[in-house]
């Protein structure tokens, strides 16, 4: 996790701009299909190839909802329960699309340590550690996610307001930093199974995700 001091003021964000801009019908396993516009940039500061997810009609007249996602081949792809993400990723293309806004789609594969790291940390949460502990036994940050290019991205595609589908403060700590206006942080649903209350207990005591401690007992 990035601190405040170390982000880059607003005044020298560097600018990207718009590479290519498609329209593309998207269709998940639960049947539910939708027309997002995909759009890739130039100028990242990170190198990446992160994608913008448009969807619906991006509103004028009030912040468009926004969410940033960061890649989980793991979750998204092969619906992995170890974690939450396929069920963030399918629940907030639906909301986003009914509103209308992005969801930028980053490529932070295990809190930005990577796939093969992302694996070694599930060898060490077998052990019994939990998904932060894992990431620190192996001399890795607890979460080394920057959003400066997510910035980029939205200032790219003339969004400076936004309403944040997320339940991790850092996000919008991080993009107000950033120099953009976060007016709301609007959660997302508590997603539990057998395999992941763990995980997601552990994201609410260490990096204070505002999860519902609760339901997650419950679960």
């Known amino acids: 996790m990035r601190d405040a001091n170390d982000t880059q003021a607003a005044t020298d964000l560097p600018a990207a701009t718009v590479r290519t801009r498609v329209t593309v019908p998207l269709r998940f396993g639960d049947g539910y299909t939708v027309t997002a516009d995909l759009v890739t940039f130039h100028g990242l500061t990170d190198g990446q190839e992160h994608v913008a997810v448009i969807l619906g009609e991006v509103p004028a007249d009030r912040p468009p909802l926004v969410r940033l996602h960061s890649e989980c081949l793991t979750g998204d792809v092969f619906g992995s329960a170890r974690c939450d993400c396929g069920p963030q990723l399918r629940e907030a293309v639906e909301r986003i699309a009914d509103s209308g806004g992005v969801l930028l789609y980053l490529r ?8 093969y790291n992302k694996l070694d940390a599930y060898a060490l949460q077998d052990q019994g550690l939990d998904t932060y502990e894992a990431n620190a036994a192996l001399g890795l940050p607890e979460d080394a996610r920057d959003y400066t290019a997510a910035g980029q ?21 991080q993009l107000r930093t950033l120099g953009l206006t976060v007016t709301h942080r609007v959660p997302t649903g508590v997603f539990t199974t ?10 609410v005591v260490h990096t204070q995700h505002t999860l519902p401690l609760t339901e997650l007992t419950a679960g």
Do not use: H
């Open 194 to 203: 057998a395999q992941n209350v763990r995980y997601l207990r552990a994201k």
């Open 108 to 115: 932070q594969e295990g809190r930005g340590i990577g796939l």
């Open 153 to 173: 991205m939205l200032r790219a595609l003339g969004i400076d307001t936004l309403d944040l589908l997320s339940n991790n403060p850092d996000k919008a700590d």
